[in-house]
């Protein structure tokens, strides 16, 4: 009987002109999900924003089985300290893109905030979602500001690096122990495919100190170790926005180090150990400081914190 009344009632509402459809709504992942109208996608799913930065991620609207209809764009964040805009809200055609730019303010704390886009077509009822992630990370102190900070072998605070020719340099000139020392800090590619490198530089006597790289975040997603005066593979895959907890320990009379790394939520694992230190690193008893540098892509960053020489 209740089956009937329903059917009735449905044919009356259509014989009236009037047909209630319910709004459909399609969670998609970063790497896009789709329905009968348009597909949504965003590219990268995960960046690195210092406190008082931004950065941008390209969302796609992409046509299914020939759509052509109008979409609108929309952006919500789970911390109010993060803001979001697009370049261009709306997508008509049924295909297009626009890039979202997200701030983070200038009290932001470290964290991860996930961003939802929303990609409605009004005219037919119908909404997908999208999540990307942003790390954010406390305000970064520059290179200069820690140079001039009293020399000391351990810098809180993280040092972003965009891509250039030379390497940054964070100065803590200091005599090692005999016996050799271990290093800690924290390192987050912004992209999964860098050439970024970290390590040591000889002492501040050095007429042109050199950075003596230790650990290579390779453009084939892998992360890279020296061996000697080589780099070898760990056959340990990195990710754009995941921060690394890394632990170097070197063993001086030995001329060897080394490596160990943590990612989140898990338990450290090594990278590699009793590895050959670099050639000219062999006999140091004092080290400059510490130094990285980013060659590639144009728009990557390494945020290294924390680091601590002990």
Request: net charge negative.
């Amino acid at each position: 009987m209740r089956k009937l009344a329903l059917l009735v009632a449905s044919l009356l509402m259509i014989a009236n002109g009037c047909v209630i459809s319910p709004r459909r709504t399609v969670s998609g992942t970063g790497g896009g999900g789709s329905n009968s109208e348009f597909s949504l996608s965003a590219n990268p799913t995960s960046q690195v924003i210092t406190a008082g930065g931004s950065a941008t991620f390209a969302i796609s609207v992409t046509a299914v089985n020939g759509f052509t209809g109008t979409v609108s764009l929309n952006a919500s964040s789970s911390n109010t300290n993060i803001t979001t805009s697009f370049d261009n809200t709306t997508i008509t055609g049924g295909s297009g893109s626009a890039t979202l730019t997200v701030s983070a303010a200038n009290t932001s704390t470290s964290g991860n905030v996930t961003i939802t886009i929303t990609a409605s077509d009004t005219a037919n009822n119908i909404s997908q979602n999208v999540s990307v992630n942003a790390s954010v990370q406390s305000a970064a102190s520059t290179v200069s500001s820690m140079n001039a900070i009293e020399p000391v072998a351990s810098q809180p605070g993280c040092v972003s690096t965009p891509p250039t020719s030379n390497a940054q340099r964070v100065s803590f000139p200091t005599s090692l122990a005999t016996t050799g020392f271990t290093a800690t800090f924290s390192a987050t590619p912004s992209s999964s495919a860098m050439d970024a490198a970290l390590g040591f530089f000889a002492p501040a006597s050095s007429t042109h100190p050199t950075l003596s790289s230790l650990i290579n975040f390779s453009p084939d997603g892998v992360i890279r170790v020296r061996n000697g005066d080589s780099f070898v593979s760990s056959a340990i895959s990195y990710a754009a926005g995941e921060t690394l907890q890394f632990r170097l320990v070197e063993n001086l009379p030995a001329t060897t180090y080394s490596l160990f790394v943590t990612f989140p939520g898990a338990a450290e694992v090594s990278l590699a150990t009793n590895l050959q230190v670099s050639s000219d690193q062999r006999g140091a008893t004092t080290l400059g400081g510490w130094g990285q540098l980013v060659n590639a892509p144009d728009d990557a960053t390494l945020s290294v914190c924390n680091f601590s020489l002990q």
